[in-house]
């Protein structure tokens, strides 16, 4: 087992939160807005990097999508509004409009949080290391604003074998 394998399946049992860095859900069950999903496209032909203040994201983004999407926190688990919607449908970044995953590519995790095979393309996210808190994981953020998503863990259902691990209120929901 190398040590990148080791750490993974250690972080798989922490799954995305780390209570350091929870993040209160709020009352909100219609999800987070953003003022980039009424502006920009879903599916733009390529992914075009979104540059905005911090002082313009936090007067855009609802406190709960600002803490998550730009200061890397964590919602609680369960708490979330979309850890338990089986709509049929597509989520979108909550802070640019992207979307990132659909629902056809959701599954229950048991973890209280939104979790996905895999992203509606290669290009939707970014892959970085995260060191934090002593531990490396595989952070997930938007590929058009940087904003945070989540996490990815090799512990996913077939096809992928990936689990990617969102917070809800880093998305906003589209039904089908
Ligand atoms: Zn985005």
Request: net charge positive.
């Amino acid at each position: 087992m190398t040590r990148r394998h080791f750490s993974l399946s250690l972080l798989a049992l922490a799954a995305c939160g780390l209570p350091s860095r929870e993040v209160s859900a709020g009352a909100a069950a219609a999800g987070p807005t953003g003022p980039g999903v009424r502006d920009l496209p879903e599916d733009p032909p390529t992914v075009t990097a979104l540059v905005r203040s911090d002082a313009d994201w936090q007067a855009l983004l609802a406190p709960e999508a600002y803490r998550i999407l730009r200061r890397a926190g964590t919602e609680r688990a369960f708490t979330g509004p979309y850890w338990d919607n089986h709509a049929a449908g597509r989520y979108l970044c909550g802070g640019c409009g992207l979307r990132l995953f659909d629902a056809a590519d959701k599954f229950e995790s048991g973890t209280g949080w939104p979790s996905f095979t895999r992203p509606v393309a290669a290009d939707r996210v970014a892959i970085h290391r995260d060191v934090t808190l002593g531990m490396v994981r595989e952070e997930v953020v938007c590929a058009r604003c940087a904003g945070h998503l989540g996490h990815v863990f090799d512990d996913g259902p077939a096809p992928t074998g990936k689990r990617y691990c969102m917070n809800s209120w880093a998305m906003v929901f589209k039904a089908a």
